[in-house]
């Protein structure tokens, strides 16, 4: 699915995802908040904010950031934010696999549950790293497919209809970091039946060897 698609999806997803997936989600929205570690002051970006069900979790003294490329979802988010009463929120309609902010904008990169809907999540995690200062930190929390052989068969067998209901089932862990310019310190497995992912990564692109000239 290209962009426009999953912003349609998850356009029709708004009204009810709050209801379906908030319970299930949570989990992994503690542990992050858990391991965020923010200090006042820092930058943080929060890639798909969805309905913004995460907003409460965030430190006020930070300034954070909120992109989806849903519109239905931000609207939710803003309201939200007009309930928490948070002044320290910006949110924007933004294509995470091309971002507008400028090199190392950002000292805390945040990603939950978006890089299997991501329709090209290695661009997307590119352009994550792009904006993170370098040594800042990155934190994906994702399903990934699981080290067992038979269910991982199962999950690239549904995975053609999984992407019709905006997402995809046979990321692996491997995939989505290799090549990418950051170094893995945690990988916390979450509930439920930990089927989810904690991915805490350090923003390593300075240690990068330079391209051969």
Same mark, same amino acid.
């Given at each position: 699915?290209?962009?426009?698609?999953?912003?349609?999806?998850?356009?029709?997803?708004?009204?009810?995802?709050?209801?379906?997936?908030?319970?299930?989600?949570?989990?992994?929205?503690?542990?992050?908040?858990?391991?965020?570690?923010?200090?006042?002051?820092?930058?943080?970006?929060?890639?798909?904010?969805?309905?913004?069900?995460?907003?409460?979790?965030?430190?006020?003294?930070?300034?954070?950031?909120?992109?989806?490329?849903?519109?239905? *979802?931000?609207? @939710? &988010?803003?309201?939200? !934010?007009?309930?928490?009463?948070?002044?320290?929120?910006? /949110?924007?309609?933004? $294509?995470?696999?091309?971002?507008?902010?400028?090199?190392?904008?950002?000292?805390?990169?945040?990603?939950?549950?978006?890089?299997?809907?991501?329709?090209?999540?290695?661009?997307?995690?590119?352009?994550?790293?792009?904006?993170?200062?370098?040594?800042?930190?990155?934190?994906?929390?994702?399903?990934?497919?699981?080290?067992?052989?038979?269910?991982? *068969?199962?999950? @690239? &067998?549904?995975?053609? !209809?999984?992407?019709?209901?905006?997402?995809?089932?046979? /990321?692996?862990?491997? $995939?989505?970091?290799?090549?990418?310019?950051?170094?893995?310190?945690?990988?916390?497995?979450?509930?439920?039946?930990?089927?989810?992912?904690?991915?805490?990564?350090?923003?390593?692109?300075?240690?990068?060897?330079?391209?051969?000239?």
């Amino acid at each position: 699915m290209d962009a426009r698609s999953i912003e349609r999806v998850y356009d029709r997803y708004a009204r009810f995802y709050d209801r379906v997936f908030g319970g299930v989600f949570e989990p992994g929205r503690v542990a992050a908040a858990e391991g965020l570690e923010v200090r006042p002051g820092d930058r943080v970006l929060e890639v798909g904010i969805g309905t913004g069900l995460a907003l409460a979790r965030y430190p006020k003294s930070c300034q954070l950031v909120g992109i989806d490329v849903s519109e239905g *979802m931000l609207t @939710r &988010a803003a309201r939200q !934010v007009q309930s928490l009463g948070l002044r320290n929120v910006q /949110l924007l309609r933004m $294509d995470a696999q091309a971002m507008a902010f400028a090199d190392d904008t950002f000292d805390v990169v945040v990603a939950a549950y978006v890089m299997t809907v991501i329709p090209d999540f290695r661009r997307a995690l590119g352009e994550m790293a792009r904006v993170c200062r370098p040594g800042g930190r990155i934190l994906i929390i994702n399903h990934f497919t699981n080290r067992n052989r038979l269910v991982r *068969m199962v999950e @690239r &067998a549904i995975s053609p !209809v999984c992407e019709r209901l905006g997402w995809r089932s046979d /990321l692996a862990i491997d $995939d989505l970091l290799v090549g990418a310019p950051l170094r893995l310190v945690r990988n916390t497995r979450l509930a439920p039946l930990g089927m989810w992912h904690l991915l805490d990564c350090v923003n390593a692109k300075c240690d990068a060897p330079s391209p051969a000239a």
